[in-house]
């Protein structure tokens, strides 16, 4: 039987679409359009697309969308200063500090100054502390995307074995976390690089996550048969191809259902983000 394609571009449009709906009965009911900020510091191409796209989904709900763009050489103090003024600003509901950011500026001073409530990226402690003790509220978008996935395409998490290649801050530690929540019920293995009999441990997954940073890493010996496989992975060759975590060729006639790359997570990365703009409007509405 062939492999299911879990389609995350038709999703992520279907979701949008949805978020559009919210936002506008939000403006009818308090006057009030869901605003991202994002800040872009330097001329790095990828990240440029990046926020282009994030600004072209944000003006197609109907969310109100600032730019922020910022020499390569400032200083840790202008954009501490700028994300002070976003802070207090009460028509940015969200803040988007695009990585990653120039060497010589401190990302964590960085993320931690976006005040809780507008960190829609779901990296700053206070959000990662809620998510850790159960009490999840703004989380990170990759891996709240690939939750979504999975609960949209029904496919079970309650009792599966979930292993999560990576360990990341941005995707693979909230994964898990996510994971485990009550309510969702998965069992988690984390792993690396560095992790001992990796192979065997990865096959005996139910759901593979793989958001480990190497082109072609997950390979057909690494995939239990009629497993879900999830690709957050998103590397360009020497050829320019995007591809994968997952040597996708290889896995797919082997898998149950795989995201592809291009296509895959991504899209949902930029919709969760949505999701939680439109959140953040509603939380701070309340805190009024």
């Not at 939000?26 to 191409?45: F, H, I, R, S, W």
């Not at 028509?91 to 010589?104: A, E, N, R, T």
């Not at 996708?248 to 990365?269: N, R």
Request: with cysteine; hydrophobic share 45%.
């Amino acid at each position: 039987m062939a492999a299911q394609i879990i389609d995350g571009k038709a999703l992520s449009l279907i979701i949008q679409a949805e978020l559009a709906l919210d936002a506008s009965a939000m403006l009818k009911e308090t006057g009030t359009k869901p605003g991202l900020a994002a800040v872009l510091v330097g001329d790095n191409p990828a990240s440029q697309v990046y926020v282009r796209n994030k600004q072209k989904a944000c003006e197609k709900a109907g969310f109100e969308s600032w730019l922020y763009k910022l020499d390569a050489k400032s200083t840790q103090e202008d954009l501490l200063n700028l994300i002070s003024k976003l802070n207090h600003d009460p028509k940015v509901h969200g803040i988007l500090v695009q990585l990653p950011l120039p060497k010589h500026l401190n990302t964590d001073l960085i993320l931690d100054a976006v005040t809780a409530l507008k960190d829609v990226d779901g990296f700053g402690p206070e959000n990662l502390g809620l998510l850790t003790s159960g009490r999840p509220r703004l989380l990170p978008c990759t891996p709240h995307g690939v939750l979504v996935m999975l609960q949209r395409y029904n496919i079970p998490v309650a009792g599966k074995h979930v292993v999560v290649l990576g360990r990341s801050t941005i995707v693979g530690k909230p994964m898990g976390l996510i994971l485990l929540q009550n309510g969702i019920d998965a069992t988690v293995t984390i792993c690396h690089s560095k992790t001992a009999n990796l192979k065997e441990i990865t096959r005996q997954a139910d759901i593979l996550v793989a958001a480990i940073g190497r082109a072609c890493f997950v390979t057909a010996d690494m995939v239990k048969p009629g497993a879900v496989v999830i690709d957050v992975g998103i590397n360009r060759k020497d050829d320019g191809k995007l591809v994968g975590d997952v040597d996708y060729e290889q896995v797919l006639p082997l898998c149950g259902a795989i995201t592809p790359v291009p296509g895959g997570v991504g899209p949902m990365t930029i919709t969760m983000l949505l999701h939680n703009t439109l959140l953040a409007a509603r939380l701070q509405s309340k805190a009024l």
